[in-house]
């Protein structure tokens, strides 16, 4: 069975750019979870997604958001990025919701400048 | 709130070493515990959990038990390889909210 894909693997921006990130969980898991991993601040949760509705939020600004489709893929948007928004954006995928077991990709790493 | 206290790394040691990575925590409630691996370039993989106290996690050689006294979950392993080498975090997931807290994580590096 695949595992959890992200896309694009790494990508640099600029400040001020918005950036959309993509993650298609493993078939069949209908949840999909976002963190953000930075050296300063560990691993963060940003939001979980089941059933296409945020079930859960990360305590991040709004211009953090996110989406999910009928098919459980996810896309994480950042707006107006900053400097401090680079990191490795991780998403991890679950059979349901509130799901002790997750499954994480191999992350997004952004880089803003 | 919630809280997950991992040593500070980098651990360093030699091929078929003992290792332990200590781990404590706060939560609210009974949590459910875990160790995730990561190795390098790679997303964090889930290496073992325990839902209650007194639970034994094992994988991969790697043991964990859940000691509710002295809220713990140390990471154990009698004999490391090089292909042990990554950074592993201990993380929890409380009752009362399903998001989870993670360590920050310890740099484990063994030699040959």
Same mark, same amino acid.
């Given at each position: 069975?695949?595992?959890?894909?992200?896309?694009?693997?790494?990508?640099?921006?600029?400040?001020?750019?918005?950036?959309?990130?993509?993650?298609?969980?493993?078939?069949?898991?209908?949840?999909?979870?976002?963190?953000?991993?930075?050296?300063?601040?560990?691993?963060?949760?940003?939001?979980?997604?089941?059933?296409?509705?945020?079930?859960?939020?990360?305590?991040?600004?709004?211009?953090?958001?996110?989406?999910?489709?009928?098919?459980?893929?996810?896309?994480?948007?950042?707006?107006? $990025?900053? $400097?401090?928004?680079?990191? $490795?954006?991780?998403?991890?995928?679950? $059979?349901?919701?509130?799901?002790?077991?997750?499954?994480?990709?191999?992350?997004?790493?952004?880089?803003?400048? | 709130?919630?809280?997950?206290?991992?040593?500070?790394?980098?651990?360093?040691?030699?091929?078929?070493?003992?290792?332990?990575?200590?781990?404590?925590?706060?939560?609210?409630?009974?949590?459910?515990?875990?160790?995730?691996?990561?190795?390098?370039?790679?997303?964090?993989?889930?290496?073992?959990?325990?839902?209650?106290?007194?639970?034994?996690?094992?994988?991969?050689?790697?043991?964990?038990?859940?000691?509710?006294?002295?809220?713990?979950?140390?990471?154990?392993?009698?004999?490391?390889?090089?292909?042990?080498?990554?950074?592993?975090?201990?993380?929890?997931?409380?009752?009362?909210?399903?998001?989870?807290?993670?360590?920050?994580?310890?740099?484990?590096?063994?030699?040959?």
């Amino acid at each position: 069975k695949a595992g959890v894909t992200q896309t694009p693997r790494y990508l640099i921006k600029t400040r001020g750019q918005q950036v959309t990130l993509s993650c298609s969980p493993i078939s069949g898991h209908r949840s999909v979870s976002w963190y953000q991993q930075t050296p300063g601040q560990g691993l963060q949760f940003l939001f979980e997604y089941f059933s296409e509705t945020q079930r859960n939020k990360g305590n991040f600004p709004g211009r953090f958001s996110g989406r999910q489709f009928s098919n459980s893929r996810s896309e994480m948007n950042v707006s107006t $990025l900053e $400097l401090g928004d680079s990191a $490795l954006y991780l998403c991890a995928s679950s $059979l349901e919701q509130f799901s002790y077991e997750q499954y994480f990709g191999p992350g997004t790493r952004l880089t803003v400048t | 709130g919630n809280s997950v206290t991992q040593m500070e790394g980098p651990v360093t040691l030699s091929e078929e070493a003992f290792l332990t990575i200590n781990c404590t925590y706060t939560a609210t409630g009974y949590p459910s515990l875990f160790w995730y691996v990561q190795y390098p370039g790679e997303g964090l993989q889930l290496l073992l959990k325990a839902t209650k106290a007194d639970d034994k996690g094992s994988n991969k050689g790697f043991e964990a038990t859940y000691r509710k006294e002295t809220t713990s979950f140390h990471l154990e392993k009698g004999s490391v390889q090089v292909s042990d080498s990554a950074v592993y975090f201990c993380a929890l997931i409380s009752g009362g909210s399903y998001i989870p807290t993670f360590g920050r994580g310890t740099s484990l590096i063994v030699h040959p």
